[in-house]
């Protein structure tokens, strides 16, 4: 049977949550279970038959199925401050109430945090772990700043650390061999994902597309279908109808709204086409250095939030660049404000808005709505 994007998105999807309550009906997964946060080596994992899971991605999940808000309450009526990360909030929501719209993941052999992402995952994990009374590994990657050979070295000593663990964890030796070729897989991936997003400016492509289909990069992005996935969805995409140059270009600055059915204010952007968003080119890791553990390395220790400011706002600046927008929709994340500072230096019309990838309560919708107008008719008559 020939393969088709809808046959590979199904199969991933199903391998990724066949052990859920849901689906596992008290089925013990085969493999030992990690709990990851978003920017972990799961090439490693995946070498080791270790099934891995992403908390964060979940949340996301839950806010599109439209739980969120029950998860928040009951997190928060449970001791975790609203104010902390929603993503986690909304998921120690689902784990207290031991349910969700596709159950709860299987419970947690081992947690596993890294910090070139958001400084507070480490503090996520650390409950996580004494929920489940499991080990907590924290990897720290100390980024561009750091003198290249010394982080190297570093992080080689880390990334050695955790192959042992994870070797006496599955009872298995890691086989180079096999990490190597899921390594050569991830970069494949990413490869595939660039051909997609290049489409970006110049194609009538919906940014909810962008925004769900970069789950698999995530998710999956060391398994061979994916990068065969995507190449099949570039080329459908080759074949779209060319984007409406009459269209107010704008860029998306942030993460998408997770609770909304677009995954952006679509309804208030009739008149406009989304020519970039930084958020899908978070994961374009670069394994492109052919040593495993130098390409380890490079993808995990350079991630976009990683950088050093300069660098941050330059790739940014150059992606607006690029898109051509002659605005932007800011979006101010009250869970991360990582991504909202690297937008400082942007040099276009901004409308910033206050809101939450997850809680949809934070967003102000109403002013949200002036806001954009007010951007448009700024762009309209310059």
């Known amino acids: 049977m020939a393969q088709t994007i809808v046959r590979i998105q199904t199969k991933l999807m199903r391998e990724y949550y066949k052990n859920f309550s849901k689906y596992a009906k008290e089925h013990s997964p085969e493999n030992k279970v990690a709990w990851v946060t978003a920017f972990t080596p799961i090439e490693i994992l995946e070498a080791l038959d270790i099934s891995y899971y992403y908390p964060e991605s979940y949340a996301a999940v839950i806010a599109a199925s439209g739980k969120e808000q029950e998860l928040l309450k009951v997190s928060e009526e449970n001791n975790l401050s609203g104010d902390c990360c929603s993503y986690s909030c909304c998921y120690n929501g689902c784990l207290d109430v031991g349910d969700g719209p596709r159950g709860v993941p299987p419970k947690p052999d081992v947690l596993i945090a890294t910090n070139n992402q958001c400084n507070t995952l480490p503090g996520w994990w650390n409950l996580l772990a004494k929920k489940y009374n499991a080990p907590l590994i924290v990897i720290d990657y100390p980024g561009e700043s750091a003198d290249r050979d010394a982080a190297y070295s570093y992080v080689l000593n880390q990334h050695k650390n955790l192959i042992s663990e994870m070797e006496i964890l599955s009872g298995k030796k890691m086989d180079e061999g096999r990490l190597s070729q899921l390594i050569e897989n991830s970069r494949k991936s990413v490869s595939a994902w660039n051909e997609i997003i290049k489409y970006q400016r110049t194609k009538n492509i919906k940014l909810t597309t962008l925004f769900d289909d970069i789950n698999f990069l995530i998710i999956a992005r060391c398994k061979p279908e994916t990068s065969e996935m995507y190449s099949m969805m570039a080329k459908a995409i080759e074949e779209k109808d060319d984007a409406d140059e009459n269209q107010v270009p704008v860029f998306w600055l942030g993460y998408p709204l997770w609770y909304h059915t677009d995954r952006y204010l679509m309804e208030y952007l009739e008149d406009c086409r989304i020519v970039g968003a930084n958020y899908v080119t978070w994961w374009n890791l670069n394994y492109s250095v052919k040593d495993v553990h130098e390409s380890l390395f490079s993808a995990y220790n350079y991630t976009f939030l990683n950088l050093s400011q300069k660098s941050r706002d330059k790739r940014l600046a150059d992606l607006v660049k690029t898109s051509k927008a002659k605005c932007a929709i800011v979006l101010h994340n009250k869970s991360c404000k990582c991504d909202f ?24 919708i109403e002013k949200a709505r002036n806001q954009i107008d007010l951007l448009k008719e700024t762009v309209c008559t310059a």
């Open 341 to 364: 500072v690297s937008a400082q230096n942007v040099e276009i019309p901004q409308a910033e808005l206050e809101m939450d990838m997850i809680d949809r309560n934070y967003l102000d």
